[in-house]
Every structure is written in C-alpha cells, then in structure tokens.
C-alpha cells in the first residue's frame, strides 16, 4: 500500500506530530488547507460557533498546522510531509508536579494500559490514549483530501443520531446533507432533529451525563475499482472499517443499509444492473445503470463507482460528572473515579476525523490503482481510466449518479 503515516504525541506534551509517506510530488500545499478541518475537529463549526457538549480545552485552544517537511515552494516533492500541531495546553502543564493518578476510568484505556504497560501512574497511559492524537490524523487526512480532490473526489460527513434522536435525511441527496452540516452548529443536516439533539446534550448535561451516537461518512466522486477482491487485506469494505474502528470510542461501522439489509431479502437488497437505452454506448446497447445503492459504493471490497456511504457508531463519553465506581489500584481500596474537564458529547466533532480517516484509505487506494511519483504522471493515467469507463462499459445511473457522467453524485 503506497501510502502510509504515523502519529506521535501525548495530549499534555509539547505538540502533536503526523509524518505522511508516499504522496505524490507537484500537490499544492500549504497550512491552509489543512488548518479548517482542525478547527472543526475541535468543535467549531464552518460557522466559527462551537459545537454543544465541546469541552471548554475547545475553547482555550485554536490548533494550527506547521509544515515541517516534504513541501517546498508551495507543492509536495514526494518526500515524507511533517506536520506539527503545538498543545497549547502544555505551557500550563509544564514543569508542574502532578500526583499520580491511581484510579482507572471505566471505558478508557488507564486500566487496559496499565495492565499492559505496568504503569503505576495511569497518565502514562491516558496521555497517549486521548484523542487529542486524532488531530493529528486530521492533519494527514487533509493533506489525502487534497489529493482527493485533484481527482474530483469529495469526502463529507454529518450527525444522523445524538442520544438517540435520529435525523430524518430521507430523500435529501448525498451533497445537501454533508453542505447543510456544515452549516449547522450540530453538524446535522436535519434542523428539526438538530434543535431536539442540541435539547438532548444539555438535559444531559444538566443530568451530569454524556452521550454517543452515530454520524456518516460519504464519499463523492470516486472512481469504479479501487479496492479489490483478491484477498482479504486489500479488500476496501474492510480497509475503510478497520480505519473508522481505529478512531477513539467508535464501536460499529456500517456500509450502506448493512443492518437493514440484513432483515430483508436478497430480490430486496442487491442493487440491480440495468441498461440504459440512451444509447451512449459503444459496447453496444445503452449504458449500464445502478438505480439504487444499498450496497453503500462496495461491491466485492471493490469500488462501484456511486457514492461510498459509511455509518459510524461512537460510544457515549467516558468521562462522566456522576461518578463511576472503579478501584484505586494503590490502596486496593474501592473509589468513585476522579472528573477531569471533558467533552459531554464529541459526536459533531467526530465526523471530521471519520473524513480523515477514509480520505486516507481512498488516497492510498487510488495511488495503488494509478501509480506514479508526481500529480503529472497520475493525471494521464487517470484520464485514460475514465475514459475506458465511459466509452467500454459504462456508466449512468438516476438518482445515484454514476462516477464519470456530466452530473455529479447526489
Ligand atoms: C473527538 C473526540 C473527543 C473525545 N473527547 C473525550 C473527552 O473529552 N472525554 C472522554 O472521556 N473521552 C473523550 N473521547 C473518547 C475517548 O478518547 C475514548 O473513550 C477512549 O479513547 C476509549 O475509547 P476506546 O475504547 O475506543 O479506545 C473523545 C473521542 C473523540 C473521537
């Protein structure tokens, strides 16, 4: 897989750091094009308004992006890209004595970490464990956005469930939903279920409790074949859930209808292939046509050509201002656990990070389908895969457009 990056730095700690490996050279580049999705993953919104349920360390940081590598004059040379995001929190930290921390937090990773690790202090753990490492990815996962992006690949994400109040997006298209989220201080491109969610964060907070929910994460544009069926590590369905997984407190991930689909019929389910009699086609006959697209953009680990449609579910915040019962792990003794400033709901923000994350698998993806060393060397290669789409097999497909026609994907 051409593609690859790494993260490193502890939420206290000076900075967090993100070395991206295998971009292409000749992509512009430069802070601006990462910095707005740090700031919505730190919960403000396109608006500048902050998220409900954000954390008040929300509000004390403004995360920028440093390029310390891998871009000169404005546009990637193929080498590692560095970037760095300074912890403004860490000045407050620094050179301060901080008493051991003792007692796990249910839902966290201080015991799982401790036990790994033999830490007595468990911020050896925690500190690494938060997901203020996810800004980092965020970072990578902008500068795979960009990349995306030459390729007229979209990648956007909204809320569809807060504690559970659901959105009702019935019939509102692909494209509406992820520029309406952007839109609203809840990331909801339901106003109706947005104003119940933000009343459904603050009797929570008023209740001393926290929530999850679900948000979705769709891509646009992108391309028929990448991915492949040949074996289980390639295959894309996977690559991407095992991405989404990986982020903090994300506990399912569902492609397409997955689990209503699982209730129906197989006649119910699978989406049929028509012929289109426009006669547009050289291969004789008419175009070939996807009227619907349960199976969320993936059909054998392999991209179809509509648009990619991923749900993800993010357990409700562990950190709780009523006290959860643990044990402290000094004395033996049993003890509520200690509350430190949290997020009462991270869902909104959490979106974004779901983008990163499949902006990076469907770089790496692409770079594997196409090759090359430089934009210049892809853009041909590209071209030539299109047109061998359109001219040979396909491709037109109502209400779900197909990559490749005039329309774009709804
Ligand atoms: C954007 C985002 C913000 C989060 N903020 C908090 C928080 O303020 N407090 C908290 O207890 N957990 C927060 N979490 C969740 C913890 O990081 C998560 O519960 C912890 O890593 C354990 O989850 P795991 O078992 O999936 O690793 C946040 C997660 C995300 C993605």
Same mark, same amino acid.
């Given at each position: 897989m051409p593609l690859r990056f790494l993260t490193a730095g502890e939420s206290h700690g000076p900075a967090v750091l993100t070395i991206l490996e295998g971009m292409p050279a000749g992509l512009p580049l430069s802070a601006e094009d990462i910095n707005p999705d740090l700031a919505r993953r730190q919960g403000l919104s396109a608006g500048g308004k902050?998220?409900?349920?954000?954390?008040? !360390?929300?509000?004390?940081? !403004?995360?920028?992006?440093?390029?310390?590598?891998?871009?000169?004059?404005?546009?990637?040379?193929?080498?590692?890209?560095?970037?760095?995001?300074?912890?403004?929190?860490?000045?407050?930290?620094?050179?301060?004595? $901080?008493?051991?921390?003792? $007692?796990?937090r249910p839902g966290h990773a201080d015991l799982t970490g401790a036990l790994k690790y033999a830490h007595s202090d468990l911020r050896m753990s925690l500190e690494r464990a938060s997901a203020r490492e996810t800004t980092a990815r965020v970072a990578a996962g902008a500068i795979c956005r960009k990349l995306l992006a030459e390729f007229g690949v979209r990648v956007g994400s909204y809320v569809v469930e807060i504690g559970g109040v659901r959105a009702d997006l019935t019939d509102m298209p692909l494209e509406d939903r992820v520029a309406r989220a952007l839109e609203s201080d809840i990331a909801c491109p339901d106003e109706t279920a947005a104003a119940s969610m933000r009343a459904r964060i603050e009797a929570v907070i008023r209740a001393k409790d926290t929530l999850g929910g679900v948000f979705e994460v769709v891509a646009l544009g992108v391309p028929p074949g990448l991915g492949s069926h040949v074996h289980w590590d390639r295959r894309?369905?996977?690559?991407?859930?095992?991405?989404?997984?990986? $982020?903090?407190?994300?506990?399912?991930?569902? $492609?397409?209808?997955?689990?209503?689909?699982?209730?129906?019929?197989?006649?119910?389910?699978?989406d049929e292939i028509l012929l289109a009699d426009d006669g547009d086609s050289t291969a004789g006959g008419g175009r070939l046509l996807r009227p619907t697209n349960r199976a969320g953009g993936l059909e054998g680990g392999i991209t179809t050509g509509q648009p990619i449609v991923l749900r993800v579910a993010m357990k409700p915040i562990a950190t709780t201002l009523t006290p959860l019962n643990s044990v402290d792990l000094?004395?033996?003794?049993?003890?509520?656990?200690?509350?430190?400033?949290s997020d009462f709901c991270a869902v909104p923000r959490a979106g974004v990070i779901g983008e990163a994350m499949v902006c990076f698998v469907l770089a790496d993806a692409l770079l594997e389908k196409l090759g090359g060393d430089s934009l210049a060397e892809m853009k041909p290669r590209f071209e030539a895969l299109r047109r061998a789409c359109l001219s040979d097999l396909l491709m037109s497909n109502e209400p779900t457009v197909f990559w490749g026609t005039e329309e774009q994907n709804t």
């Amino acid at each position: 897989m051409p593609l690859r990056f790494l993260t490193a730095g502890e939420s206290h700690g000076p900075a967090v750091l993100t070395i991206l490996e295998g971009m292409p050279a000749g992509l512009p580049l430069s802070a601006e094009d990462i910095n707005p999705d740090l700031a919505r993953r730190q919960g403000l919104s396109a608006g500048g308004k902050p998220y409900p349920g954000a954390s008040p !360390r929300m509000k004390l940081e !403004r995360d920028s992006a440093q390029i310390l590598s891998g871009v000169m004059a404005g546009v990637t040379i193929g080498a590692p890209i560095a970037v760095q995001v300074a912890n403004l929190d860490h000045a407050k930290w620094k050179g301060k004595a $901080i008493a051991p921390m003792t $007692i796990p937090r249910p839902g966290h990773a201080d015991l799982t970490g401790a036990l790994k690790y033999a830490h007595s202090d468990l911020r050896m753990s925690l500190e690494r464990a938060s997901a203020r490492e996810t800004t980092a990815r965020v970072a990578a996962g902008a500068i795979c956005r960009k990349l995306l992006a030459e390729f007229g690949v979209r990648v956007g994400s909204y809320v569809v469930e807060i504690g559970g109040v659901r959105a009702d997006l019935t019939d509102m298209p692909l494209e509406d939903r992820v520029a309406r989220a952007l839109e609203s201080d809840i990331a909801c491109p339901d106003e109706t279920a947005a104003a119940s969610m933000r009343a459904r964060i603050e009797a929570v907070i008023r209740a001393k409790d926290t929530l999850g929910g679900v948000f979705e994460v769709v891509a646009l544009g992108v391309p028929p074949g990448l991915g492949s069926h040949v074996h289980w590590d390639r295959r894309l369905s996977g690559r991407l859930a095992q991405a989404l997984l990986s $982020i903090h407190a994300m506990k399912g991930v569902e $492609i397409g209808d997955a689990f209503e689909n699982a209730k129906k019929t197989g006649t119910q389910v699978h989406d049929e292939i028509l012929l289109a009699d426009d006669g547009d086609s050289t291969a004789g006959g008419g175009r070939l046509l996807r009227p619907t697209n349960r199976a969320g953009g993936l059909e054998g680990g392999i991209t179809t050509g509509q648009p990619i449609v991923l749900r993800v579910a993010m357990k409700p915040i562990a950190t709780t201002l009523t006290p959860l019962n643990s044990v402290d792990l000094a004395s033996g003794e049993p003890r509520p656990v200690e509350y430190e400033r949290s997020d009462f709901c991270a869902v909104p923000r959490a979106g974004v990070i779901g983008e990163a994350m499949v902006c990076f698998v469907l770089a790496d993806a692409l770079l594997e389908k196409l090759g090359g060393d430089s934009l210049a060397e892809m853009k041909p290669r590209f071209e030539a895969l299109r047109r061998a789409c359109l001219s040979d097999l396909l491709m037109s497909n109502e209400p779900t457009v197909f990559w490749g026609t005039e329309e774009q994907n709804t």
